[in-house]
């Protein structure tokens, strides 16, 4: 079947500006979770779902970064005003059971 | 401190040998772990879990667990230029998965 995805690919923005990244995780996941990858280093938790409800968002670097997931399927990460600092490969990962964990392909975000 | 170590190598094998890679955790409440491979430009792709002690075979792949020593392997038989990767050991207490930084495999025709 599917596996996640994750639009867009790749987006450049301007120092300030707002970005919205989107996962559509696999069919009948109730859990998704999303983590910030920098170069050369492990994937980072940012935030987690079960369903529509935002269980844990300990890992938001800052207040200018939003997660939301109203229909319990695709999830939107936001990032407002962003920093050069928030440059990074953001990943989106999906869970039948909050044991296994399968990443989409990811977004590369650089702040210019 | 981080929770999740693992040498970032490079390890390099000849093809054919057994690559060995090694993880410790620190949180003693860790119930599941993973390893994951990574592809440069790619995302990670799980490729083992384990959730008890001992060892878990899956074709040319074994990871092992022990959770007394707070150290999760995985070996590699076999190994062949396609494995070249970053692998990445993942430990799971809550929901959400803790890293390691991967270390990065190196298979040599």
């Known amino acids: 079947g599917a596996g996640v995805s994750q639009s867009p690919r790749y987006k450049v923005a301007k120092r300030g500006q707002d970005v919205a990244l989107r996962c559509d995780p696999i069919?009948?996941?109730?859990?998704l979770f999303w983590y910030q990858q920098a170069l050369g280093q492990g994937p980072e938790f940012l935030t987690y779902?079960?369903?529509?409800?935002?269980?844990?968002k300990s890992g938001l670097p800052s207040d200018r970064f939003f997660a939301e997931r109203p229909e319990g399927s695709v999830s939107t990460l936001k990032i407002q005003r962003t920093q050069q600092e928030d440059s990074a490969v953001y990943l989106c990962?999906?869970?039948?059971?909050?044991?296994?964990?399968?990443f989409g392909p990811g977004t590369r975000l650089t702040v210019t | 401190q981080k929770e999740v170590e693992q040498n970032s190598g490079p390890l390099s094998v000849p093809e054919g040998a057994i690559a060995s890679l090694n993880c410790t955790y620190s949180?003693?409440?860790?119930?599941?772990f993973f390893w994951y491979r990574q592809y440069s430009g790619k995302s990670p792709e799980l490729i083992m879990s384990?959730?008890?002690?001992g060892d878990k075979e899956d074709g040319r792949f074994t990871a092992q667990l022990n959770k007394a020593s707070q150290y999760v392997s995985l070996l590699i038989r076999d190994s062949q230029p396609s494995d070249s990767a970053t692998y990445l050991c993942?430990?799971?207490?809550?929901?959400?998965?803790?890293f390691g930084g991967g270390t990065r495999l190196m298979v040599k025709p």
């Open positions: 779902f079960q369903n529509e409800a935002q269980l844990d």
């Open positions: 949180d003693r409440g860790s119930q599941s």
């Open positions: 990962a999906s869970s039948l059971n909050n044991y296994e964990q399968y």
């Open positions: 993942a430990v799971n207490a809550g929901n959400m998965l803790t």
């Open positions: 069919s009948g996941h109730v859990s």
């Open positions: 384990i959730y008890s002690n």
